[in-house]
């Protein structure tokens, strides 16, 4: 009899089932992360998720937290600088979070966002995201010279116009797309008490 060698069982980690289950979020929201349906996504038995996780909630805690590093991590790589380039910098977070390249994230932030109003816990970690992200924001207009109140205001109002912008759909809006955004960013970057060349 002809031996038929078996094919290895797949082994998934802890952060493998993350990475899974952060897809399915962003694709079905909250709702449509459970257990059994991501197994089967993943091709592995619903054994092997309880290998590392104590529950759902244990893997929804993962999601969560891994989200949440990245976040942070991400804000305060993109708004370092060097000294004298701090403006340049501006522009150039304005165009990284408005770009249409990061509709993969801004689907995750969206569902992530969701599930916050539902949850304390989740409500917590997007609180905890969003203080970095101002806090930082306000550090480069305040490198410019711009004063705290205002420097505020800006950061608001250009985490603002990266969110806004990712729920619209704005292409027949007006002809000319990549100026209107140019325009937008001239708006949240300069400022009239620190009068700063744009970059470029």
Not at 8 to 27: K, S
Not at 131 to 152: K, M, N, Q, Y
Not at 164 to 174: A, C, E, N, Q, T
Request: charged residues 30%; proline residues 2%.
């Amino acid at each position: 009899m002809e031996n038929i060698a078996k094919k290895p069982r797949v082994q998934l980690d802890r952060d493998a089932w993350i990475a899974g289950a952060t897809e399915v979020l962003a694709e079905e929201g909250i709702a449509g992360l459970r257990v059994e349906v991501l197994a089967k996504r993943l091709k592995v038995t619903k054994g092997s998720f309880y290998w590392h996780f104590s529950d759902r909630r244990d893997l929804l805690m993962g999601v969560l937290h891994h989200w949440k590093e990245g976040r942070i991590r991400d804000i305060r790589k993109q708004t370092r600088t060097q000294p004298g380039r701090e403006l340049e910098q501006i522009y150039h977070v304005i165009d990284v979070y408005g770009a249409s390249r990061s509709r993969r994230g801004m689907m995750i932030e969206l569902a992530v966002r969701d599930w916050a109003r539902r949850d304390a816990q989740a409500a917590a970690i997007v609180a905890e995201v969003d203080d970095v992200r101002l806090r930082c924001g306000r550090e480069l207009f305040l490198a410019c010279g711009v004063p705290i109140e205002e420097a505020s205001s800006r950061c608001m109002l250009l985490y603002a116009y990266v969110f806004g912008v990712s729920l619209m759909i704005y292409d027949r809006f007006d002809s000319d797309i990549a100026r209107l955004k140019r325009d937008i960013a001239d708006l949240i970057a300069r400022s009239g008490t620190a009068r700063m060349a744009a970059p470029g």
